[in-house]
């Protein structure tokens, strides 16, 4: 079992609709990120959490570190939004990341 | 806020040749830079961990000889693939830490083709 888990795997909505992408980890960490890569594959990192909530325009991201569980939400989403989402956490005891293996979202128009 | 800047995007080299990528902290100093691969449709895998000013730490199964890691400075450090095959073809990106791995930025990445 993978010690950071994400899902789905892969999903295919409709522009407009409301996105939810999950992780889960098994380690004690200091930090969460989520991760945005195109498809030309240069990475974006678009928060970092270590509680509570953030907010960065038609994004949101949540941990709730009891239950070791995030989750990325996508208001409005659009086509431009298709990409693959990673969640990476911070392993507290190795102070290295840990990556999940991503969401590969697609938006269609 | 954080640049790291990754050069170059993209690198086509022949077999047999050796293939340096950059990997610069623009606006902070990074003691210590990450060295990630990715193969298609999966996650990244770390290479190895720099740290300035010493060796590199490489993960089990990372031929140290083949993938050759300098941390000259607090802002730069470099990856070299010697020898390059085909099977080296990948996409090749570095993290920079900024005081703690909880601040991590990334670079755009390189995508390296051996032919």
């Known amino acids: 079992k993978n010690e950071v888990e994400q899902s789905p795997q892969n999903l295919t909505a409709q522009e407009g609709e409301f996105i939810t992408i999950n992780c889960s980890y098994s380690?004690?960490?200091?930090?969460l990120h989520w991760l945005q890569q195109h498809p030309g594959g240069g990475i974006v990192s678009l928060f970092m959490?270590?509680?509570g909530k953030k907010k960065h325009g038609r994004l949101i991201a949540t941990i709730n570190i009891q239950e070791k569980h995030s989750s990325l939400h996508i208001t409005a989403s659009h086509p431009r939004d298709s990409a693959v989402y990673i969640c990476?956490?911070?392993?507290?005891?190795?102070?290295?990341?840990?990556f999940g293996q991503g969401t590969r979202l697609t938006i269609n128009p | 806020g954080a640049v790291v800047s990754q050069h170059p995007s993209r690198v086509i080299c022949k077999s047999g040749t050796s293939v340096k990528i950059e990997c610069r902290s623009l606006d902070f100093q990074a003691t210590t830079m990450f060295w990630y691969r990715q193969f298609p449709k999966q996650s990244l895998m770390l290479m190895a961990t720099?740290?300035?000013?010493?060796?590199?730490?490489?993960e089990q199964g990372v031929e140290k000889d083949k993938f050759l890691i300098n941390h000259a400075s607090l802002t730069l450090s470099t990856l070299t693939v010697t020898s390059a095959h085909p099977e080296d073809s990948s996409f090749y990106i570095c993290?920079?830490?900024?005081?703690?791995?909880?601040?991590?930025?990334f670079g755009q990445g390189t995508r390296l083709t051996v032919v």
């Open positions: 720099s740290n300035e000013g010493s060796k590199a730490t490489y």
């Open positions: 993290s920079a830490v900024r005081g703690t791995v909880t601040e991590a930025f």
């Open positions: 990476a956490v911070v392993d507290q005891g190795a102070q290295k990341l840990v």
């Open positions: 959490l270590s509680s």
């Open positions: 380690v004690g960490i200091s930090a």
